[in-house]
């Protein structure tokens, strides 16, 4: 099987601009979530999403926002991106078990 | 309020020798725990995984141990390989609402295998 992928790798944007960035996860599995990794704060919950509804919500403002298509591929958006939200963007995939298995990430650097 | 915490930043050990990396939690509530390995500019990938209704779990050269009372786990690699040599990271989550929730994660130990 192929393993979590994550488009695009790597990404810089400036300040106030929007992102967008793509998850398809593991074939058959229904449950994505997302995370963000900093230096400083560690791996950190954004949002799970299964069957197209979010199930839950880490605490993140609502700049901050996904969604989840039928095929189970997910996206999640950054609007008026700041300095601080420059991180690595990690999905996760999981399938009947409560294991989650991560993609690559995306690398935002935000200027 | 850390709720996974891994206190040792880093651990160097020798190949061929054990490693041993530990992790407390503070949560009674989780009910599943996880290690992971990274390396660096690549996602986490997944090691081994115990029940809260285990106190051991093996794979391979990969033992985790559970200690429920203490809300303490370890993970131990025998023998150590210097391709060992990453990041580890615990995780914890609980299942509530119908689906295992979130996983917690710790700050990570970074593992050194010497040859």
């Known amino acids: 099987k192929a393993g979590v992928t994550q488009t695009p790798r790597y990404l810089i944007k400036t300040r106030g601009q929007q992102v967008t960035l793509s998850c398809s996860p593991i074939?058959?599995?229904?449950?994505v979530s997302w995370y963000q990794q900093t230096p400083g704060q560690g791996l950190q919950f954004l949002f799970e999403?299964?069957?197209?509804?979010?199930?839950n919500k880490g605490n993140f403002p609502g700049r901050f926002s996904g969604r989840q298509f039928s095929n189970s591929r997910s996206e999640m958006n950054v609007s008026t991106l700041e300095l601080g939200d420059s991180a690595l963007y990690l999905c996760?995939?999981?399938?009947?078990?409560?294991?989650?298995?991560f993609g690559p990430g995306t690398r935002l650097t935000v200027l | 309020d850390q709720q996974v915490k891994q206190n040792s930043p880093s651990l160097s050990v020798q190949e061929g020798r054990i490693s041993i990396l530990n992790c407390d939690y503070t949560?009674?509530?989780?009910?599943?725990f996880l290690w992971y390995k990274k390396y660096p500019a690549e996602g986490p990938t997944f090691l081994i995984s115990?029940?809260?209704?285990?106190d051991k779990n093996e794979d391979g050269r990969f033992t985790v141990f559970l200690n429920k009372s203490a809300k303490h786990l370890s993970l131990h690699i025998v023998p150590s390989q210097p391709g060992d040599s990453a990041v580890y990271f615990c995780?914890?989550?609980?299942?509530?609402?119908?689906?295992?929730?979130?996983?917690?994660f710790g700050k990570g130990t970074k593992l050194s295998v010497k040859p």
């Open positions: 996760a995939s999981s399938g009947r078990g409560p294991e989650q298995f």
């Open positions: 074939s058959g599995h229904r449950s």
């Open positions: 999403y299964f069957s197209e509804t979010q199930r």
């Open positions: 949560n009674s509530m989780f009910d599943y």
């Open positions: 115990i029940s809260s209704i285990k």
């Open positions: 995780a914890a989550s609980y299942y509530y609402g119908g689906s295992q929730g979130n996983l917690i």
